[in-house]
């Protein structure tokens, strides 16, 4: 089994700025990406940022130019958000596609239970 950990979540202002970690544990050969997604109360789940196969981010439309992935590093992925608004308030997620074996090209996704995101002043 494959353990996601998210932490840096909290009450932010206005134009503030946060940096969310996500840390992967547990029986993992390799990890073939890492992202993030988040959901608002009363919303669906939002893709945030993800890696796309060519190596490059996907990221909303609506978070472009402010939030930030970045990682992998020892098993460890950031997102650092600035200038956040009312609007970016939500549990943010992290998930992962895991190998947990030498062989298995596709891995398997996994989630995090999510960090609660306040922007408010």
């Known amino acids: ?3 996601l ?3 840096g979540g909290g009450l932010v202002q206005p134009g503030g700025s946060l940096r969310l970690s996500c840390v ?5 050969f390799k990890i073939y990406s890492m992202g993030w997604y988040r ?3 009363g919303k669906q789940l939002e893709l945030v940022a993800t890696p796309t196969s060519g190596g490059s981010t996907n990221y909303a439309d609506s978070v472009k130019g402010r939030l930030t992935i970045s990682g992998v590093y020892a098993n460890t992925v950031y997102l650092q958000m600035n200038g956040l608004k009312p609007e970016d308030t939500a549990a943010y997620y992290c998930t992962a596609r895991v190998a947990g ?5 596709r891995g398997v996704p996994y ?3 999510g ?3 306040t922007v408010s002043s």
């Open 24 to 28: 992967a544990s547990g029986s993992i």
């Open 111 to 113: 989630w995090g239970k």
């Open 115 to 117: 960090t609660l995101v």
């Open 39 to 41: 959901q608002a109360p």
């Open 101 to 105: 074996v030498a062989g298995d090209s």
């Open 5 to 7: 950990v998210e932490s």
């Open 1 to 3: 089994q494959v353990q």
